[in-house]
């Protein structure tokens, strides 16, 4: 039996806060922004509250309502209802917190029976790791071409430590302390050198499975935003009928 049937309550309080949300045009994220602090849900905890997925605190359902200009006492009474089904399901009861819990088994990927609100969410936190990680990129790249330059210094100092060590013969013990000094400078930025192009190349590689995963999760949206569609049409044919005292 699929979670809508199990927990009607819970996906009709819901889809009268996401249906408030579609018709307002307002997202998940600042939904989350333009709540109380005390009583704020990220933007995750709404989509998941929007699609009938969780019933939060009563002080937060309300607060959302709030920012979407909804009855009080309408949310109130919705909530009542999610909360007592809680009640009698007791241990049997359970909710999808975040969006690692309903992704394909085994893919890593989301599943096709997201909705388009929940897919919108997915995308907006695949986007901020993917900035995150070009941050990361960029800050590295700096690294290890700043190593790479010191490198090169260095190693043209030695070379011409070296040339004088030819000719200075009475400075010797003090430019080889000072050569031994660069020696081991070069080798520990030869190493990090080494550090660097394998954390760029981890960093690279995230890079190309997270853009593959917004790319998925756009391909998702498409066909939720169809599905759902085909839905309100099949609905509005079944209600129209039932209207006309046709079967």
């Known amino acids: 039996m699929n979670e809508s049937l199990r927990y009607p ?8 806060l996401h249906e408030a949300s579609r018709v307002r045009d307002m997202t998940t994220r600042e939904i989350s922004r333009r709540m109380n602090a005390k009583t704020q ?26 920012v979407l200009g909804l009855d009080e006492a309408q949310c109130q ?35 096709h029976s997201l909705s388009p609100l929940e897919l919108e969410s997915a995308r907006e936190e695949v986007r901020e790791k993917i900035k995150s990680n070009q941050e990361r990129e960029r800050v590295k790249q700096e690294e290890y071409y700043d190593a ?23 400075s010797k013990n003090e430019l080889m302390r000072k050569l031994e000094k660069l020696e081991a400078e070069y ?12 954390e760029l190349s981890r960093l690279q590689a995230r890079q190309l499975n997270l853009t593959e995963e917004s790319n ?4 998702m949206r498409a066909e939720a935003a169809y599905e759902w569609g085909r839905r309100m049409e099949f609905q509005v044919i079944v209600l129209e009928r039932q209207q006309n005292g046709r079967p």
């Open 216 to 219: 998925f999760i756009n391909e």
């Open 148 to 170: 790479w330059e010191r490198r090169a210094l260095i190693e043209e100092e030695m070379e011409f430590l070296r040339l004088r060590l030819v000719d200075e013969r009475n």
């Open 77 to 111: 009474k919705l909530w009542l209802a999610a909360k007592s089904e809680k009640d009698r399901k007791g241990t049997a009861y359970r909710e999808t917190e975040d969006f690692t819990e309903i992704r394909s088994e085994g893919s890593g990927r989301f599943s």
């Open 41 to 66: 849900l990220s933007h995750t905890s709404v989509a998941n509250l929007l699609n009938g997925r969780t019933v939060p605190r009563l002080v937060s359902v309300r607060d959302v309502a709030r």
């Open 187 to 198: 080798a520990s930025l030869t190493a990090k050198i080494g550090e660097l192009e394998a």
């Open 9 to 16: 309550a819970r996906e009709e309080m819901g889809r009268w």
